[in-house]
């Protein structure tokens, strides 16, 4: 027999189990289906860490969603009970020439996101650990920090099943035909719902080739988590904050050791293509020998630190960085949500509140969110 839902949504990341949440709430019943399991390992919202901070250039849309999604974080998490966000602070690094993170300062303001301006001498005194010769300035976004990614996203999936989600772990085969769509069919059978909700990230241009292969870009990521030095608290917060390079080439980006799992560092540029199936994550000598190189420059001290840990995940692109989410142009009742594009995360429950006020209440659409804006040429915009 097959269970009908007034709503399907495929992929339990942070964009499914935060959209779950909030049709849920609406009283409608709800089914949740993954194919490896909540923040599994192949995932793009597993891992320990993500930095949420409101700065994105002179970006107001994303810097509104991230200032709005702060508190709806802070808010689930005093609700189950745990401690999932760090409030490290987020540090801008900066030059005379960089245009990109001098605008967002003006966006941070009329937003009331709290921040603080650094001279250099200022951000060489508080923070000795690293060494930028080119920085002249820098921006600490004092409220922003961390979300502990995996836990997150496996205490929303626990809290929506508590609140009635039905959350199954299968393997969903892609659609066929066109119309009103009244069934989808998995390795567990048959799902039946009135409204199907794709938030599955890397896998939404396997589901839809026709429609999304040419247009979303995935691509592998290196990640490290290095071993500071016995007794050295000079890697932890309130010592380090988060912090980024925007104008320094492949944007190098830092999380302080939280839950002594070392300092997480890595680099915000967008790797080869890349397989979330198949694919082999483990770390190349090439890569290590790029960090090395990094390290010895400007973070001297971590130059000969152990790697304690290394992760491969994977960004799914947008040509741009925007999001994606609108309707199935072929399909009446179903909605694709995804193109996280490295940067999505933080805006979960943002991402939710949208997706179900465009289908629980007709609410405006944001043009850029839109299929027709996705294109074939990968010219990134939105970091």
Not at 54 to 77: I, K, M, V
Not at 181 to 206: H, M, N, R, Y
Not at 209 to 229: I, K, M, N, Y
Request: aromatic share 12%; hydrophobic share 40%.
């Amino acid at each position: 027999m097959v269970r009908t839902y007034d709503f399907a949504v495929i992929g339990a990341g942070v964009f499914g189990a935060w959209t779950a949440q909030y049709l849920q709430r609406s009283g409608a019943r709800v089914a949740l289906i993954d194919s490896y399991g909540a923040a599994n390992g192949r995932a793009s919202s597993s891992g320990e860490t993500r930095v949420i901070r409101a700065g994105y250039g002179p970006d107001e849309l994303y810097t509104r969603w991230a200032a709005r999604s702060l508190p709806l974080w802070c808010e689930f998490f005093d609700r189950v009970g745990l401690r999932l966000f760090h409030g490290t602070g987020v540090l801008w690094l900066s030059t005379d020439e960089d245009s990109y993170t001098k605008q967002l300062v003006d966006v941070l303001g009329n937003n009331e996101v709290p921040f603080e301006k650094l001279s250099a001498d200022e951000i060489r005194k508080r923070y000795p650990q690293f060494v930028f010769e080119d920085v002249t300035w820098g921006l600490l976004e004092t409220r922003s920090g961390l979300l502990m990614a995996r836990q997150a996203v496996q205490a929303l999936v626990k809290d929506a099943v508590r609140n009635g989600v039905d959350y199954r772990m299968a393997s969903v085969l892609a659609p066929e035909g066109s119309g009103a769509l009244s069934q989808i069919k998995t390795t567990t059978g048959a799902v039946s719902a009135a409204t199907f909700v794709f938030a599955c990230g890397p896998w939404l241009p396997t589901l839809f080739p026709e429609l999304l292969a040419q247009r979303f870009f995935v691509s592998r990521q290196d990640v490290f988590f290095l071993g500071p030095p016995p007794g050295n608290t000079g890697y932890r917060s309130p010592q380090m904050p988060a912090w980024l390079h925007h104008g320094y080439p492949g944007i190098p980006y830092a999380l302080p050791d939280i839950e002594s799992r070392g300092l997480k560092i890595a680099f915000d540029q967008h790797g080869p293509a890349f397989d979330p199936d198949t694919a082999n994550r483990v770390v190349q000598p090439a890569a290590i020998e790029h960090l090395r190189g990094f390290l010895k420059k400007h973070l001297p001290a971590m130059y000969d630190a152990p790697i304690l840990e290394t992760r491969v995940c994977q960004y799914e692109n947008t040509s741009n960085g925007d999001f994606l989410i609108d309707r199935h142009p072929d399909f009446e009742n179903v909605w694709i949500v995804g193109g996280g594009s490295g940067h999505g995360f933080k805006h979960g429950p943002a991402v939710a509140d949208y997706v179900s006020a465009r289908i629980l209440r007709n609410a405006p659409a944001e043009s850029r969110f839109s299929l027709a804006t996705k294109q074939t040429v990968q010219m990134r915009a939105v970091y």
